[in-house]
């Protein structure tokens, strides 16, 4: 997979968690979790590169808690609208 993707669990039509995926190889799995602040997860591989960051609390995240998340990974800034789906879902 080259490009990002969000998906957004839902639960009696609520949004109960959500994973943003990260450009990654086929076969990559977490070897390793980092939690970050307002219930982000950055995952990464054995070799220490990134590959999602998990989302536990879809109400509570912001744009800016997601971004800060991301630089920290070493990884460009998402747009709202990349993450519209989650943004209105936590509405």
Known sequence: MNQRYLQVTYRNGRPLAAYLYLPRKVGDKSAKSVKCEGGLVIDYTADGRPIGIEISAPKLTT???????????????IS???IQPLLTAAA
Not at 63 to 75: E, K, P, V, W
């Open 80 to 82: 709202a609208q990349e």
């Open 63 to 77: 744009l800016d808690a997601l971004n800060r998340a991301l630089a920290s990974a070493q990884q460009e800034p």
